[in-house]
């Protein structure tokens, strides 16, 4: 037994080291040790490289508004590990996360199982014992050889293709999209955003194997956005978010067919009020001042990130700071910064995870980003807080890893957000 918390999470992180295992045998075995839980629950799968935590988090706030009671289980976290299992909001508690590993450490170290295959099934067991009346499940990597693919959900989501991770994944779009279809399972409806011939026919013949059938998002229109939030179409029907960029209606779109999938005749009212309320802290996240906070951390998601910023605000200067993984490819996020940011930070955080601001620093230039080093993410939040205070807006981003150390230097508290 652990005689604290913290002495807790050491071991518990300390299986990291173990590393990525691409594989389920892992999963299943410790899954069936601790009874299958995953077999006794309703279940919708959600991958994608970029927009699937954003999707689940529609999804869930929908189903919770038509009275259900819902699982979540997302990674990686912002603050504790708590928030990547939740049920109707809430964050499984510590007692529970150290009486699961309590109960199956033994079998746990024998098996040397890796830190995400026992948040999975942490998470599986945790949803069928609190009697969910669904979960909706976010991949890890890829999808195919992912811990969460044990499942066999009510429906299948793609929200996304996109280079990331790549040294795992592939290093084209199409072994990416053979990855992510993995999850496609035997006739469970699968839904997708709207992709090239290339993707698509990935996904289709993936379909015709499982005896199932594609459907493609595809009908999107009169997107209007604002500080506030993005109003768009679908169907004919329209509706809002809370959720900034034109990106969001894709995810939210694509949790519209979700939840019509659980129940046909949820009301469009429902819906309506499921996606105005949903949040997802660190998404072009405003968090003080004129400063957003984004985990935007490859080029697509980059991408979006920017182009929102100067669709809402043309005539501002834009200051940033990014922090990035050692993982990512410095050339493709080096396009988008490109003659970008009137100054634009490089920084790691305290723990060191990242990949260190002055080697970030020497790659961005490698490639045409000019760029300055900053002391502490805490430094560069006020250089760019001030900065931006006349005419300007502060963008920091790139890593999920940043954000305990920018929520605490903005005073926010994330169990405070509405999720």
Request: glycine fraction near 6%; include cysteine; charged fraction near 25%.
């Amino acid at each position: 037994m652990f005689s604290n918390y913290i002495d807790f999470l050491k071991y518990f992180y300390s299986l990291q080291r173990i590393g990525t295992k691409l594989g389920l045998d892992h999963t299943i075995k410790l899954s069936e040790f601790v009874g299958n839980p995953h077999k006794n629950i309703k279940t919708i799968h959600v991958a994608g490289t970029n927009g699937k935590g954003s999707c689940s988090a529609f999804i869930d706030k929908i189903l919770r508004m038509y009275g259900k009671k819902v699982g979540l289980y997302t990674s990686p976290h912002l603050i504790n590990f708590n928030e990547r299992i939740r049920i109707n909001g809430k964050s499984i508690t510590n007692d529970e996360i150290i009486s699961f590993i309590s109960r199956n450490r033994p079998f746990i170290e024998n098996i040397q199982s890796t830190f995400f295959e026992v948040s999975t099934i942490m998470a599986f067991d945790y949803f069928y014992k609190n009697n969910v009346d669904i979960a909706v499940i976010e991949t890890g990597l890829g999808g195919r050889l992912d811990s969460t693919n044990i499942i066999n959900p009510i429906v299948s989501i793609i929200t996304s293709i996109s280079f990331d991770h790549s040294d795992i994944l592939g290093n084209t779009l199409s072994k990416i999209a053979r990855e992510k279809s993995g999850i496609i399972k035997y006739k469970r409806p699968v839904i997708t955003s709207k992709f090239n011939y290339q993707i698509k026919s990935i996904f289709n013949t993936k379909a015709v194997l499982e005896d199932t059938s594609v459907f493609e998002i595809d009908d999107i229109k009169n997107i209007k956005q604002s500080k506030t939030g993005t109003k768009f179409e679908y169907k004919n029907e329209t509706y809002r978010i809370s959720l900034l960029g034109k990106h969001q209606t894709v995810n939210a779109a694509l949790a519209i067919e979700a939840a019509k999938v659980f129940d046909e005749k949820i009301p469009k009212e429902v819906i309506e009020k499921g996606l105005l309320e949903a949040l997802w802290p660190g998404r072009i996240q405003k968090i003080i001042g004129n400063v957003y906070f984004d985990v935007a951390h490859n080029g697509e998601s980059i991408k979006s990130l920017i182009k929102t910023i100067k669709f809402l605000f043309p005539k501002k200067l834009l200051f940033g700071m990014i922090c990035l993984k050692g993982d990512k490819d410095i050339e493709i996020i080096s396009k988008e910064l490109f003659g970008t940011f009137k100054v634009l930070f490089t920084c790691h955080d305290n723990n060191k995870y990242l990949l260190r601001k002055d080697t970030l620093s020497k790659k961005l230039q490698l490639f045409g980003v000019e760029n300055k080093i900053s002391t502490s993410l805490n430094q560069g939040l006020k250089k760019i807080r001030q900065l931006s205070q006349v005419n300007g807006i502060g963008l920091i981003f790139g890593s999920h890893y940043i954000a305990e150390e920018i929520f605490n230097g903005c005073q926010i508290s994330f169990d405070s957000m509405d999720i």
